[in-house]
């Protein structure tokens, strides 16, 4: 059965499709929505983005004053009110993600899809440097948490006509990259895990993708590339298409994907500028 389901199934995690997806205003209405690490960067825009489409977003995150802006501006725009749920993945256990499961099968009575996109960086360090708290942490966040928080949301997501997992992906999951880490190391595991779960799932209304955000103007960025002309970055705001995309229904049947970002950035909203000899260059 294994074999016959790994044949059915798309499992070439480069995968491309249409980069000329224009979604509908309403594409997420009454759909709802958990995405983790909201409070900044692509979490933010992401929120912020399926808000506007018409989902009630579940934000989570570590620190509870990014998440209360976020909140703030989802509500000012005038989009669907979101929850806040505080959350240190370094710290939180498989009891209490059940408990935010059940919580939100008593409040909001459904759940139509999950971003995992909260992510731990320590430095970038030649591996005899990192030590095993580091490593450990690392892993826990970005490999430990998504398989039980999912494992917590399944039989939610189960339950719904059409519904999404996605996973922010990085391009050192396939090809390594020295001083990456742990980091590294997670994404390789993270993007194999859903692959798996795309095998398992595909006879259900669930289906599993990965997206590779790119190089983005965020804070990690800047860490881990100082002094980096940050402005030839697209802004997280420019790639959520892709996002758009792999959570709405038009989706339904695509598994075992991993979405370029770059690939479906909005013009509108591509604000990059090059520095070359002094001369400002706009794409």
């Given amino acids: 059965m294994l074999e016959h389901c790994e044949r059915d199934i798309n499992t070439d995690m480069q995968g491309g499709l249409n980069d000329g997806y224009q979604p509908s205003g309403d594409l997420l209405k009454d759909r709802v929505i958990l995405v983790t690490g909201a409070g900044d960067g692509i979490g933010r825009a992401a929120a912020v983005e399926y808000s506007k489409y018409g ?3 579940l934000l989570t995150g570590r620190t509870k004053s990014k998440l209360e802006r976020v909140y703030d501006e989802i509500v000012g ?5 979101p929850m806040i749920y505080v959350l240190d993945l370094a710290e939180v256990g498989e009891d209490e993600l059940m408990q935010i499961a059940l919580s939100i099968r008593k409040d909001l009575g459904r759940l139509d899809g999950v971003l995992h996109n909260a992510a731990d960086l320590d430095v970038l360090t030649p591996f005899e440097h990192i030590d095993q708290a580091s490593w450990e942490r690392t892993m826990r966040v970005n490999v430990t948490i998504p398989f039980l928080l999912t494992k917590a949301c399944i039989p939610l997501l189960r339950e719904q006509k059409s519904s999404s997992i996605v996973f922010t992906t990085d391009e050192c999951a396939n090809k390594p990259k020295g001083y990456w880490g742990a980091y590294a190391v997670s994404k390789a595991a993270v993007q194999n895990f859903a692959g798996m ?4 799932l595909q006879n259900t209304s669930v289906s599993v993708n990965c997206i590779d955000p790119g190089a983005t103007r965020t804070g990690m960025r800047l860490r881990t590339h100082p002094g980096s002309p940050i402005k030839s970055y697209p802004l997280p705001a420019a790639i959520m298409t892709a996002y758009l995309y792999l959570m709405g229904p038009d989706s339904a049947g695509v598994r075992g994907h991993v ?10 909203r591509d604000d990059r500028q090059y520095q070359i000899k002094g001369a400002t260059i706009i794409p």
């Fill in 55 to 57: 989902a009630t977003v």
């Fill in 259 to 268: 979405l370029q970002a770059a690939k479906w950035l909005e013009n509108t």
């Fill in 77 to 81: 725009l005038g989009y669907v009110e």
């Fill in 197 to 200: 779960l795309a095998i398992e």
